[in-house]
């Protein structure tokens, strides 16, 4: 077995250096063909002379730039294309994932024949506020999109790097990993690893991004949207029904009090705001479409750095660059 480890790196400039310097021991330890992938998304301080700077040190890194920020999931899809090795191990930049236990994930990996493995914290390593909603995202995925094993997501996995085949096809710059590694294999499983906490900067992955990034994956890879769209206008109607029957009533027994101005606002707000929730939601889709239709690239590589031409190298730019999930999702 090999391993690729592909690591999306944004303002990280102060703690690449120390997790590449206990990466790399790690991967020799294991005594198996090893790379490690920097893929630097367009970050605004010197991260890219960082991770540059480490592939010419380390003759097992290579660095890739991209040409703009385009979003954490981009960044791993861009990796994740470029590795050249049997198994992918993805992580973070920012050392709360220990380089001390990607041997823990790929013995699992080994030892049950799963295709996917998940590293679960022992502890939770973010706030109240941010671990809720963490964990209702997960609920959704498991609930809307049918993801097996949602409730155990985490950004340190390692899987089979040919699941990569099965979102191949894929376009458009809304992505999500996990979604589309689902799509590949059921073989997922999980194991409980140590978790450190952040000690530069602070996570991206604020409750509001979590949520705009649970929204693109609902409106990308599901038509729960649309099916939610038809319950609310049927209740819709049932309400009106049942309104307009009442008035009918106290109409026909004598309870002769002409509906005014207030019953009237009311039937119609609650109509229209029904008709512009499903017609919102349709534009979401249309939307989608036309900017898939458009061919608008999910990553383009700026330049590379370290051993390039090594066989099995990674593809041009031009064919990698196809699909993502948004930018600014860390």
């Given at each position: ?11 990280s400039a102060g703690t690449l250096p ?305 699909a993502g999930s948004g930018p600014d999702?860390?």
């Amino acid at each position: 077995m090999s391993v690729s480890v592909v690591i999306p790196c944004y303002r990280s400039a102060g703690t690449l250096p120390p997790l590449v310097a206990r990466l790399i021991p790690v991967l020799r330890d294991l005594s198996v063909p090893h790379e490690v992938v920097l893929v630097v998304d367009g970050s605004p301080d010197d991260t890219w002379e960082v991770a540059s700077g480490l592939a010419r040190e380390f003759e097992a890194v290579r660095a890739i730039r991209l040409s703009r920020n385009y979003g954490q999931h981009n960044a791993l899809v861009a990796g994740i294309r470029d590795a050249r090795l049997d198994v992918v191990v993805t992580m973070d930049d920012d050392l709360q994932h220990p380089p001390e236990q990607i041997p823990l994930l790929l013995a699992t990996l080994e030892g049950d024949r799963l295709d996917l493995v998940y590293g679960i914290a022992h502890d939770e390593e973010h706030g109240a506020v941010r671990s809720l909603a963490s964990r209702s995202v997960k609920a959704c995925m498991a609930g809307a999109l049918g993801v097996r094993g949602a409730r155990m997501l985490s950004a340190f996995r390692a899987f089979r790097t040919r699941l990569r085949d099965g979102f191949e096809g894929l376009s458009g710059p809304h992505f999500s990993v996990d979604v589309a590694l689902s799509w590949a294999t059921t073989q997922v499983g999980s194991v409980h690893v140590h978790m450190n906490e952040r000690r530069h900067g602070r996570s991206n992955y604020t409750p509001r991004l979590l949520a705009r990034h649970a929204a693109n994956m609902f409106l990308g890879y599901s038509t729960a949207p649309l099916r939610a769209a038809s319950y609310l206008g049927f209740l819709a109607g049932v309400f009106g029904l049942l309104l307009g029957g009442t008035v009918l009533w106290r109409f026909t027994t004598g309870d002769t009090t002409v509906a005014g101005f207030t019953t009237i606002a009311s039937m119609v707000a609650l109509f229209s705001s029904a008709q512009l929730i499903a017609v919102g939601i349709l534009g979401e889709y249309i939307g989608r479409i036309h900017g898939s239709g458009m061919g608008r690239p999910a990553y383009v590589v700026r330049e590379r750095a370290g051993s390039s031409g090594a066989p099995g190298a990674a593809r041009t730019a031009t064919t990698t660059a196809r699909a993502g999930s948004g930018p600014d999702d860390r």
